[in-house]
C-alpha cells in the first residue's frame, strides 16, 4: 500500500503574486489603449454627421431643382411624399447627428444664397470645442474642418 506524502505535492494554479503583475500589465496597456479608442470613436462621430449633412444638403438642392429654386422652410419638407411616393430623403424622420440631436437648419434669406446645415456637436447647443465644436455644410464643402 502507497502513502502520499503532503509535503511533496505542489499545487497547480498561480501565486497571488503573479496574478497581481498580470493585473497590473493588463491595466497599463488599457490606459494606452483607452486613450486612442476614444479619440476615435469621435473621429467617427463627426465623419458620420458630415455624410448626413452631405446627404441632407444634396436633398435640398433636389427639393429646390423640382421647386423652381425654392428651398423647403423646414427639413421635414424633404421626407414628405409626393403623389408619386417620392421623397427627397429616405426614412420616416429626417436624420440626427450621432449624438442624437437634430441638426440645426437656416433656409436662404438676409444675403445667404444657398440654405445651411448644421451640426451642434455633441452638446447640441451652438459654439464650442472639441466634441463640442460646430460645423456646417459651408465648412465641409471649403475643406475648413
Not at 47 to 61: D, F, G, R, V, Y
Request: charged content about 25%.
Amino acid at each position: 500500500m502507497k502513502t502520499h506524502n503532503r509535503k511533496h505535492e505542489r499545487r497547480a494554479g498561480f501565486s497571488l503574486a503573479e496574478l497581481m503583475v498580470v493585473i497590473v500589465i493588463i491595466g497599463l496597456l488599457a490606459t494606452l489603449v483607452m486613450k486612442d479608442v476614444v479619440k476615435n470613436l469621435f473621429t467617427a462621430s463627426e465623419t458620420t454627421a458630415k455624410a448626413n449633412i452631405t446627404t441632407i444638403s444634396q436633398a435640398l438642392e433636389q427639393y429646390a431643382i423640382e421647386n423652381q429654386g425654392r428651398y423647403p422652410e423646414t427639413l421635414q419638407l424633404l421626407i414628405e411624399k409626393d403623389e408619386n411616393g417620392f421623397s427627397f430623403l429616405q426614412g420616416d424622420k429626417v436624420p440626427t447627428d450621432p449624438w442624437g440631436n437634430e441638426f440645426g437648419y437656416e433656409p436662404p434669406g438676409s444675403g445667404q444664397t444657398k440654405p445651411r446645415v448644421i451640426c451642434y456637436g455633441a452638446d447640441g447647443v451652438p459654439g464650442g470645442e472639441g466634441q463640442d465644436k460646430d460645423f456646417d455644410n459651408f465648412m465641409i464643402l471649403n475643406k475648413e474642418i
